[in-house]
């Protein structure tokens, strides 16, 4: 059952790549917006921001890379609801295929297209001044994290591709997501904002994931953001993966 699995998704995520590259501009249209917004915070209103950190693209960029990730999840949603319209999903099921490896070619589409565009915004970034003496061991790690964040997003936009109703529907769950780092500590420290803003900044998981990445890119001690970012990401993960599955057995039953 494994092997069938694995080949079924295999096969299922080469359709899904050539899409990709037969429409090269999804991955570069994702990663243009958090180019912008970098460019604009840094060069427009980094000179008024005190962040107590010497560059401010250096301070700026863990934020950048999460709404990167936000943004590039709207494309597996629109993806997949594509799909559900073309009567894809019932061909695939009157054969004989593993149900599951249709959603987990979407998923692993998913998170190489937004490793693609990750890599694009550090080197971006790099030509901007961001600098980082991390070890490889850090850098491991900030790929870690963002490989699980992009999961869990992933799965959240599962849910959206599979039950919206519209195509518009199924790509503007990623809104608030994009909008959840501008209350965070991704611009500017939470001990800037009033109380009842702070609060919430300082106990959503963006503050912790962006401040474990931070951490880890300037060589500080990560302290306990980085189990709060990781327990973050596993358990959005978790429930967001048996809301996916359970709402995939619907649609299909």
């Known amino acids: ?8 998704t295999a096969v299922l995520l080469g359709r899904s790549l ?4 037969r429409s090269v501009d999804t991955i570069v249209t994702t990663a243009i917006m958090p ?3 970098m460019l604009m915070f ?3 209103f980094g000179g008024a921001i005190q962040t107590g950190s010497d560059s401010y693209v250096n301070y700026l960029l863990p934020g950048i890379l999460l709404i990167t990730v936000a943004s590039g999840i709207a494309y597996t949603a629109f993806r ?8 894809i999903f019932e061909r695939f099921q009157s054969m004989p295929t593993a149900r599951s490896s249709v959603l987990w070619a979407h998923v692993l589409t ?3 297209a937004n490793s693609v565009s990750l890599v694009v915004v550090v080197l971006v970034a790099l030509l901007m001044g961001f600098r980082s003496g991390a070890g490889v061991g850090a850098w491991l790690a900030v790929a870690g994290i963002l490989i699980l964040f992009t999961l869990a997003l992933t799965w959240i936009a599962i849910i959206p591709g599979l039950t919206a109703k519209t195509v518009d529907g199924a790509s503007a769950f990623s809104f608030p997501l994009i909008f959840l780092p501008f209350l965070s ?8 904002m009033p109380g009842p803003v702070r609060f919430f900044a300082e106990n959503q998981p963006v503050t912790s ?7 880890l890119f300037t060589e500080q001690p990560v302290g306990t953001d980085i189990w709060i970012a990781l327990g973050w990401c596993v358990g959005i993960l978790v429930v967001a993966y048996g809301f996916a599955m359970n709402t995939y057995r619907r649609k299909i039953a």
């Open 1 to 8: 059952m494994s092997k069938h699995f694995f080949g079924d």
């Open 18 to 21: 050539r899409h990709i590259t």
């Open 35 to 37: 180019i912008a917004m």
């Open 42 to 44: 840094v060069y427009v």
């Open 80 to 87: 997949l609801f594509t799909d559900i319209k073309s009567g």
């Open 110 to 112: 998913s998170l190489l």
């Open 185 to 192: 500590s991704a611009f500017v420290p939470t001990e800037t």
């Open 209 to 215: 994931i962006v401040n474990a990445i931070r951490a």
